[in-house]
C-alpha cells in the first residue's frame, strides 16, 4: 500500500486500542472496589417502624385480650414500614407467623405492657418530628404523617 493509505488492519487495530484505552480509563478495568452505599436518612425511621410492629405484634400474643386495642397499632407501623420501604427503595423483611396466643395474664402485665408501648411510641414520635424536620419537601408530609401518627398511638396507650 502506499504510504498515506492505510492498510484495514491497521485501522481496526488502532480503534480497538482506543476502545480499550477509553474503557479502561472509564473505570471499567479498574480493581478500586465501588464506595459503599450511602444509608438513606429515613433508613432508622423505617428500622423504627419494623420494631414498633413487632413489639405489637409480641404483645398481642402475650396479652391477647389487648389484641383489638392494639392491632391496629400494629397495622399503622406496618403501613409506614411498607411507604419508607417503597421511597427509600428497599424491600421490606419478611416475618414469620405469629405464635399462637398464650394464655392471658394477670392485669398488672397488661398495664406494663401498654405502658413500655406507650413509651415506645413516645420516643420514636420524637424520632419522627427530627427526621421531619430534617426531610426535603418531597418527604416531609409522609415523614409528618408518622409522627402524628405516632404522638397518637401515644395517647390512645394512656
Do not use: N, W
Amino acid at each position: 500500500m502506499s504510504g498515506t493509505r492505510h492498510s484495514r488492519r491497521r485501522v481496526l487495530g488502532t480503534v480497538a486500542g482506543l476502545g480499550a484505552a477509553g474503557l479502561a480509563g472509564c473505570g471499567l478495568f479498574d480493581d478500586d472496589p465501588e464506595p459503599p452505599r450511602v444509608p438513606d436518612p429515613l433508613q432508622p425511621l423505617l428500622d423504627e417502624a419494623i420494631a414498633l410492629a413487632a413489639s405489637y405484634d409480641r404483645a398481642i400474643v402475650t396479652q391477647p385480650g389487648l389484641a383489638a386495642r392494639l392491632a391496629p397499632l400494629a397495622d399503622d407501623h406496618r403501613a409506614h414500614a411498607t411507604e419508607l420501604a417503597r421511597l427509600i427503595g428497599q424491600a421490606l423483611p419478611s416475618t414469620g407467623p405469629a405464635s399462637a396466643p398464650a394464655a392471658s395474664a394477670p392485669a398488672e402485665a397488661a398495664a406494663q405492657t401498654v405502658a413500655t408501648l406507650r413509651a415506645a411510641e413516645q420516643a420514636a414520635q420524637k424520632s419522627a418530628v427530627t427526621a421531619c424536620k430534617a426531610a426535603p419537601p418531597e418527604r416531609a408530609a409522609l415523614v409528618g404523617s408518622i409522627a402524628a401518627c405516632r404522638a397518637t398511638h401515644a395517647e390512645a396507650l394512656r
